[in-house]
């Protein structure tokens, strides 16, 4: 991407951003302005102000953007990174016509987005009524959203409007995501695979490949995040009691959803890169087979051997050369950034509670 497209490129990212934060956390954030008594303080009664829900302000500044941006720049990016991939040569459509491969997925991904929004929608009701439910059957929350276990003007806005939309939207990415992963597998069945072994991405021109599958991975941590938030603010309006069965839910997913997002599209180029390799090994070791059996066949008729002996030498560095081949599409970098990410949360959860466990039991002198 160029200069000039590039900062076309981000400004529209920012714009999307900025956007999402007025249209879905500007209301509520008014509404609690004009209609709650106390933001910030919190009481017996009120344990969870407005201002003090972690939890609603992650939500609103950081994953429902970011979720929303995510989604509206998905196309553009799996375009640049596909054609990156196929620029590079390791990556070669000659099994179809390339024409009649993109037309045929334009068509699937526009099937992919109408049913990723009528699921979307679905799952927007239901999370609702959920919501509804549980913040009016449970007068005693201590939270901003009800009082006496009726909602607030700002409760309902965030149980009809932000609610609805972040499960919607997420289920809509949800889609898309699976989608992108069978098209990367379709991609790789009508394609021969070349592996560059000197090239400069560290992932032997593979390495869109592994951008692809680390795209999901800022949602994926800060998911992550949420939930942790969310068991935190749980823990402020009604220290030890359960956690509501969603965020036990989402922490199940984060934990065994984000390896199979970041994998998902590199597994069929792996198996080809793997094959590839096994191949030019196979074809190497054949030639020193044969190098050593004419060696040992001078050495017992006790001729000179310095050519034979030489042609191993060289073999075996070609050897060499290819057992450093990559057999996963992903840089050095890559699989850092995705190791880090993923570790954020667990890492910060583990240390929260262990510092809570360690506050529990502290004993403090009289």
């Known amino acids: ?41 919190p009481t017996n009664d009120l344990k969870v102000p407005f201002l003090r829900d972690w939890n609603l302000l992650f939500i609103g500044l950081v994953t429902l953007p970011l979720l929303v941006t995510l989604l509206l720049i998905d196309k553009a990016f799996i375009s640049r990174e596909v054609s990156s991939l196929l620029v590079s040569g390791a990556v070669v459509i000659d099994k179809c016509s390339p024409v009649d491969f993109r037309n045929q997925w334009a068509v699937r991904y526009r099937k992919a987005n109408l049913l990723g929004q009528l699921i979307g929608v679905v799952v927007g009701v239901i999370a609702f009524l959920d919501n509804y439910y549980f913040f009016t059957s449970n007068a005693s929350l201590g939270i901003w959203h009800t009082v006496n276990g009726s909602l607030t003007a700002p409760g309902w806005a965030y149980t009809v409007w932000t609610v609805p939309t972040l499960f919607g939207v997420l289920t809509l990415f949800a889609v898309r995501t699976i989608t992108t992963i069978r098209f990367l597998k379709d991609l790789a069945e009508v394609s021969s695979v070349v592996p560059l072994p000197f090239h400069p991405d560290g992932a032997a021109g593979m390495a869109a490949v592994g951008r692809l599958g680390l795209r999901t991975q800022c949602l994926v941590v800060t998911g992550g995040v949420n939930v942790l938030l969310a068991l935190l603010v749980a823990e402020a309006r009604n220290p030890g009691s359960s956690p509501h069965y969603a965020l036990v839910v989402f922490t199940a997913l984060y934990v065994l959803g984000a390896p199979f997002l970041f994998l998902g599209p590199l597994l069929p180029f792996h198996k080809r890169m793997r094959w590839r390799k096994k191949l030019a090994m196979e074809e190497v070791g054949r030639a020193l087979e044969e190098g050593y059996a004419r060696v040992m066949e001078k050495l017992r008729l006790c001729k000179v051997c310095n050519d034979e002996c030489e042609q191993i030498t060289r073999l075996r560095d070609i050897r060499s050369m290819v057992m450093s081949i990559p057999v996963w599409p992903v840089g050095s970098s890559t699989a850092k950034a995705f190791l880090a990410a993923y570790a954020l949360p667990l890492a910060a959860g583990s240390v929260s509670a262990l510092v809570r466990k360690l506050v529990e039991h502290a004993v403090i002198p009289g």
């Open 1 to 41: 991407m160029h200069g000039p497209s590039k900062l076309r490129f981000g400004r529209h990212v920012l714009l999307s951003y900025v956007v999402t934060v007025v249209v879905f956390f500007g209301p509520l954030l008014v509404l609690a302005i004009a209609t709650l008594p106390n933001l910030l303080h």
